[in-house]
């Protein structure tokens, strides 16, 4: 085991992690390991990123979508148990841009109906639910580092595992069929790392996106998701390792996570007081059991796409996920078994939420500016 796994395990309190390319290759691993197949059903929100639907297409499962609780973003408990039946295999529980979700309900039901949960905390480093951090729930739980995750080593993603049987099965699947990335890839990636630590800051952040998505279509620089991975259908080389350059920043990052994660803490408060000042809500979740280290604010607004159009031009920084019920827009569907209408309020959500950023580079000026931005548009009706 590497020394980043090492570490990554050892801020759970756990015995071993795996370290991947990207946090939905984790999510396959998982998967796979867990035995999923053909004819099975795997439950997870109705507002989530098609990248984590993948992995359960890959493995020629049904995904099986439940719609999201309107404040936290997360999966409905009261929905959930309607949707299991007897060929379902796991329970995806997303702990959305921060918010756990709600373990104790969950876990009741699951535990219930003999249904193991695996927790996606691509966005929820650090979030604790009565205490206890998530991740240390379910049989085995994700993690991404990419771009705008909690810290990020460009692209990455880890696996954590709560069972002896099948964290030997993931290492079982990672010593036979996973492959390396290429030179080149890790060389692109090193020098995106190092342009994104020189020159991404909450005023270029729009720009330099703009021109990524561009560079990424023309396959210059390796992007987070390449247009084959917007088809369920699973590319040759998808099931790779972490490259060393993506595990020395990944150990970096972890050297300043208590830091970061106080820095969230108390940006995303400052956004709950001002957007107070200005009559606004502020988030609304139960602080007697939840303690979020939210990856972005996300909030309800009037205009969306106006008010992402002019923030763009403005240099003010405003993110949008998830613009449909499986980001992105892009997102054939049909393919991945979302009928539209079937999550109202996941699809209520991404027609009204934008996300603030939270990350180290903001500091009070930036949320202030933000929030004087954001207040010139009405909230939702
Ligand atoms: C909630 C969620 N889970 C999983 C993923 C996949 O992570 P990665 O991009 O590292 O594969 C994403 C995508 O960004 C995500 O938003």
């Known amino acids: 085991m590497g020394k980043y796994e090492e570490q990554f395990a050892e801020w759970f309190g756990g015995e071993r992690s795996f370290a991947f390319w990207k946090g939905r290759v984790a999510l396959y691993a998982i998967l796979k390991a867990m035995g999923i197949a053909p004819g099975d059903e795997v439950i997870l929100p109705g507002y989530t990123c098609v990248m984590d639907v993948n992995p ?36 995806l ?17 699951a535990a219930q109906r003999s249904v193991p949960i695996v927790e996606d905390c691509c966005l929820a480093f650090g979030s604790k639910y009565k205490g206890k951090l998530a991740g240390t729930f ?8 990419q771009w705008n995750k909690p810290f990020t080593t460009g692209i990455g993603g880890m696996a954590i595992v709560n069972d002896q049987n099948l964290l030997q099965k993931i290492e079982e699947l990672c010593s036979s069929g996973m492959c390396r990335p290429s030179f080149k890839e890790v060389a692109m990636l090193a020098a995106q790392l190092m342009v994104y630590r020189a020159f991404v800051y909450p005023r270029t952040t729009a720009m330099i996106q703009t021109v990524f998505r561009f560079l990424t279509s023309k396959g210059a620089v390796v992007g987070s998701s390449s247009t084959a991975e917007f088809k369920p259908i699973m590319a040759e080389d998808f099931f790779k390792a972490m490259s060393s350059v993506q595990a020395c920043s990944g150990l970096s990052q972890l050297k300043k996570i208590k830091k970061n994660i ?23 979740y139960d602080r007697s059991i939840m303690e979020p280290v939210m990856v972005r604010y996300p909030l ?14 403005a240099g003010v920084e405003l993110g949008s996920w998830f613009e449909c019920p499986l980001h992105p827009i892009e997102t054939p569907l049909k393919m ?7 999550c109202r309020e996941a699809e209520k959500a991404s027609r009204e939420v934008i996300n603030l950023p939270l990350h180290p580079r903001t500091n009070e000026k930036t949320i202030q500016r933000t929030v004087e931005f954001i207040t010139h548009f009405a909230p939702p009706d």
């Open 300 to 313: 309800r607004i009037g205009q969306k796409e106006k008010a992402l159009a002019d923030a763009a031009r």
């Open 56 to 91: 359960v297409k890959y493995l020629g499962a049904k995904p099986i979508y439940v719609d999201i609780e309107p404040n936290t973003f997360n999966i409905n408990p009261e929905l959930l148990e309607e949707k299991i039946t007897d060929k379902t295999k796991v329970i």
């Open 262 to 284: 106080s820095h969230r803490k108390k940006m995303a408060d400052l956004y709950d007081e001002m957007l107070q000042e200005k009559g606004w809500p502020a988030r609304s």
């Open 93 to 109: 529980a997303q702990h959305t841009y921060g918010y756990t979700c709600d373990m104790d309900v969950i876990m009741e039901i």
């Open 138 to 145: 379910g049989k085995a739980a994700y993690f991404s580092s």
């Open 336 to 342: 991945y078994d979302y009928t539209p209408g079937l």
